[in-house]
């Protein structure tokens, strides 16, 4: 009799701990359901958006005072009207009266392409066309060789608004004063032998200046 009561209690718990897991089997329960909730997104690989490239323009160098047109005084014997380059101050002056002088920036050539000596101002051009010098072929034919034929006067050109042409006599020395597509390079050695001005600089010399001027590079 013990055993089967025992047995009977026993029962009694496994009956009791099935209804405890599972409220359905317990009469006048009901089962207790969880309202299903809003689906959540599957998460998505992450993708790598690049941002745009931004646009980098050369912002234009601001030009030291020094070489901006001025007025100075200038103690010499040379007649007005007469152009005076000093190639180590990078600095052109034009001869004024009364010990005066109009006073620019250039940019002079590069090392071993500097020009010293004298010469006139045989023609001024406007706006003029360039064609590569042979010795300008020769040291960078990859460079210059698609201007052989020679390039329009116009903004792009690398002569800009003005020039000025040296000649020794009959002889054109291949020198020209003129504007420049590159005015961050006044006040340095940087042509094939020229003297590049500001465009806006080179204007005002050219209107300054008559054919036959007299031009000392020192």
Request: glycine share 10%; net charge positive; charged share 20%.
């Amino acid at each position: 009799m013990l055993t089967r009561r025992f047995l009977m209690m026993g029962l009694a718990c496994v009956l009791a701990g099935r209804a405890a897991a599972s409220p359905q089997g317990l009469p006048g329960v009901e089962p207790v359901i969880k309202p299903a909730g809003p689906k959540l997104p599957v998460p998505k690989k992450a993708s790598i958006v690049k941002p745009p490239k931004k646009k980098t323009t050369r912002k234009p160098l601001a030009l030291d005072p020094q070489f901006e047109p001025q007025q100075v005084d200038f103690y010499t014997v040379f007649i007005p009207g007469t152009i005076v380059i000093n190639s180590r101050q990078k600095l052109l002056y034009l001869v004024e009266p009364g010990n005066k002088a109009r006073r620019y920036g250039v940019a002079i050539g590069m090392q071993g392409l500097g020009w010293k000596g004298v010469a006139r101002i045989k023609s001024k051009v406007e706006w003029p066309s360039w064609k590569p010098t042979p010795q300008m072929l020769k040291r960078s034919p990859a460079k210059y060789g698609k201007y052989k034929d020679g390039m329009k006067g116009g903004p792009g050109n690398p002569l800009g608004a003005r020039a000025m042409y040296f000649f020794q006599g009959k002889n054109d020395t291949q020198i020209r004063i003129h504007g420049t597509t590159q005015p961050w390079t006044i006040g340095t050695a940087a042509s094939n032998g020229c003297f590049r001005m500001v465009n806006e600089h080179v204007i005002d010399l050219y209107d300054r200046v008559k054919p036959g001027a007299p031009v000392i590079v020192i």
